[in-house]
Every structure is written in C-alpha cells, then in structure tokens.
C-alpha cells in the first residue's frame, strides 16, 4: 500500500464548477500537508499549506485536513479554464530542515470554457 | 519571494556524456535542497537531500556515483548525471527550502534526453 494514495483522474468540469480533489494517507504520523499546482512540462507551484487538522482557505482555495479520517481534501470554487493543470498533494512528517515530502501521484485537472 | 531557478531547462546529450543541472535560490538561502525525479504521468520522487556544506543523503535505490550532488552555497545545488544512458532521460526538479519555512520551493525542472 502507498503511503498516500490520489486517484489520477483525468477530471473534467465545465467552467464554474466547484472542484474537489482528495488524497488518503495510512501514516500517522504526518502533520503538515500541502496541495501543489503543476502545469505541464513546469515544476510544482504550491497552493496550501496546511498544519495539522482543519480548514484553511485561499481566494478561490480551500483546503480540508482530517487527520481522524488521514483524508485530505482540495476545493476549488468558480473553476477557471486556467486552473487546468495536475494537482498533487504532499505530506510529511516533521516541519524542520529535512522535511522529506511524500507525494501523491497527482490528479489531472481540465476545466472545460 | 521564494524562487527558483534551475539551468538548462532542457539538454539533449549522447549516451556516456555527463550532464550537469544547476539549482539555485534567487530571493533566499536554502539550508536544504532537495533532487526530485518526475517519469511521464507519475509523481515526483525523491533522489537525495542536499544540505550546505555536507555530504547529500540519497534515497534507497539511488546510486549516489551516477547521481553526483554538491551544495557548495547556500544558493546553489548542483546534480550531476555521470555516464547517462538513455533510462536517465527523465524530468529533474529541484526544491528548496529556507531554515525557517516548512514547505518547498520548486524550480522549473530540466528535462533530460539521452539518445
């Protein structure tokens, strides 16, 4: 079983639609979870961060951790053709100097104009 | 705030050649950076961990003689791909993060082909 499981899409909305993507974890042990953006062929863009259980949210952004569930969970609202992109999420363990990032193997995004 | 860079963006080199990827941190210093290796469709996997001024820790299964890293500053990291052969040509990503944040900074990647 992998650490942290993503289903890999692909996810087709039209625009405007409310988006959600999720991840489930079998560690405990982590603590601090992160959503990362990831257009083709560029490097991960980070989105949220979040620590511990609880919700946190950005402009169009919210992100949902549940750590009695090990369930994490990105929305996004009024859904933009810009948006499109893979979502991956990350989580570890420890916050300081050799946080070792575990990642999910991303969802891909397309949101129809 | 928080960028990175990374050099070349895209190199194309014979088998047998080696291949140098450079990382830095334009806008802060990076205690730690970290080697990420992205295969088409798939997430990213750690290689190693550079930290400044010692020697990297490298992941199970990755072969630190093929894979020179060196983190001789506190804004730059460089991987080395010795004697590349054609099951190298991958997407390598570079992090970084500062000794005060928790979360990672990415570069653009580099994208490796070896013929």
């Known amino acids: 079983q992998k650490e942290v499981e993503q289903d890999p899409g692909p996810l087709s909305v039209p625009e405007g639609a409310i988006v959600s993507l999720n991840c489930t974890y079998s560690?405990?042990?982590?603590?601090?979870f992160m959503w990362y953006r990831q257009y083709s062929r560029k490097g991960p863009e980070l989105l949220m961060y979040?620590?511990?259980?609880g919700n946190k949210e950005d402009g169009r952004f919210t992100a949902q951790v549940d750590k009695s569930s090990k369930y994490i969970s990105l929305f996004i609202r009024d859904s933009q053709p810009s948006d499109s992109a893979t979502y991956l999420c990350?989580?570890?363990?420890?916050?300081?100097?050799?946080?070792?990032?575990?990642f999910g193997t991303g969802t891909l995004l397309a949101v129809q104009p | 705030g928080a960028v990175v860079s990374q050099h070349p963006s895209r190199v194309i080199c014979k088998s047998g050649t080696s291949v140098k990827i450079e990382c830095r941190s334009l806008d802060f210093q990076a205690t730690t950076m970290f080697w990420y290796r992205q295969f088409p469709k798939q997430s990213l996997m750690l290689m190693a961990t550079?930290?400044?001024?010692?020697?990297?820790?490298?992941e199970q299964g990755v072969e630190k003689d093929k894979f020179l890293i060196n983190h001789a500053s506190l804004t730059l990291s460089t991987l080395t791909v010795t004697s590349a052969h054609p099951e190298d040509s991958s997407f390598y990503i570079c992090?970084?993060?500062?000794?005060?944040?928790?979360?990672?900074?990415f570069g653009p990647g580099t994208r490796l082909t070896v013929l």
């Open positions: 992090s970084a993060r500062d000794r005060w944040g928790d979360s990672q900074f």
């Open positions: 990350a989580m570890s363990a420890y916050g300081g100097a050799t946080n070792k990032l575990i």
């Open positions: 550079s930290n400044e001024g010692s020697k990297a820790t490298y």
């Open positions: 560690n405990s042990a982590f603590q601090y």
């Open positions: 979040t620590y511990s259980s």
